[in-house]
């Protein structure tokens, strides 16, 4: 199963808008509703912050949300803080019961 | 509060074995499928393995199937990754997670376990 595609970086300055792209396949991200992202801060575990597309886990921001058109998902993430730079990834089933996340990206906050 | 500890972590060498473990504190641990995600130093996030709440049913990434088993003992709420024939391409760090949604890692983590194979 091939990673999902991601842009490498993505920058934006405090209280802007940012979105980040997620490609896959009709086997993964076009094929079915779940699809995660992932905050991950240099040197800790991964916390999850959008799953099933467009949900948000409590505790999570509303300035975080996702989208789904055919094949790419996206995160957007909107009134930028510097808190918010960190690696972001996303995550779809792949059929055939099996899981594949996307390459990463590295959120820059000008 | 959810807790999720990895331990087992450590120098293993090709060909060998390590067995990762996770204890589970702060929710109903049977109710949940569980997964394992690793991180090669410097890349990105791997799927390795998820296994449904009563442990009956398992999945695997191509790459480990065969080589690593999951499993989980529901009266010691804890979550466990046999690892044989190891290779040097499974040094990484392995996190544990809790699945909200369909076999997707979820909502609570582990702070990761180092295993590393070499010579």
């Known amino acids: 199963q091939s990673a999902l595609t991601q842009p490498r970086s993505v920058s934006g300055s405090p209280g802007q808008s940012v979105t980040i792209s997620c490609t896959g396949t009709?086997?993964?991200?076009?094929?079915?509703?779940?699809v995660s992202w992932y905050q991950q801060h240099p040197g800790k575990a991964p916390k999850l912050m959008i799953f099933?597309?467009?949900k948000r886990p409590s505790g999570v921001p509303d300035r975080f949300s996702g989208s789904k058109s055919g094949n790419t998902a996206s995160l957007t993430i909107s009134g930028l803080q510097a808190e918010d730079e960190a690696d972001y990834y996303c995550?779809?089933?792949?059929?055939?019961?099996?899981?594949?996340f996307g390459g990463g990206t590295k959120l820059t906050v000008l | 509060e959810v807790q999720l500890l990895e331990s087992g972590g450590g120098l293993a060498q090709p060909g060998g074995s390590l067995r990762l473990s996770c204890a589970a504190s702060?929710?109903?641990?049977?109710?949940?499928?569980m997964s394992w995600v690793r991180q090669a130093p410097g890349k990105g996030l791997d799927w390795v393995s998820t296994?449904?709440?009563?442990?009956?049913?398992?999945y695997y990434a191509d790459s480990v199937k065969g080589r690593f088993t999951i499993s989980r003992d529901n009266f010691q709420n804890t979550l466990s990754l046999q690892m044989n024939s190891l290779r040097t391409e499974d040094t990484a760090v392995y996190y544990c997670?809790?699945?909200?949604?369909?076999?997707?890692?979820?909502?609570?983590w582990g702070q990761g376990a180092l295993v590393t194979v070499s010579s």
């Open positions: 997670a809790k699945v909200i949604s369909m076999i997707l890692p979820g909502d609570y």
């Open positions: 702060g929710f109903t641990f049977s109710n949940y499928a």
């Open positions: 296994i449904s709440g009563s442990g009956g049913t398992t």
């Open positions: 009709s086997s993964d991200v076009a094929g079915y509703n779940y």
């Open positions: 099933d597309v467009s």
């Open positions: 995550c779809s089933y792949a059929g055939s019961d099996s899981v594949v």
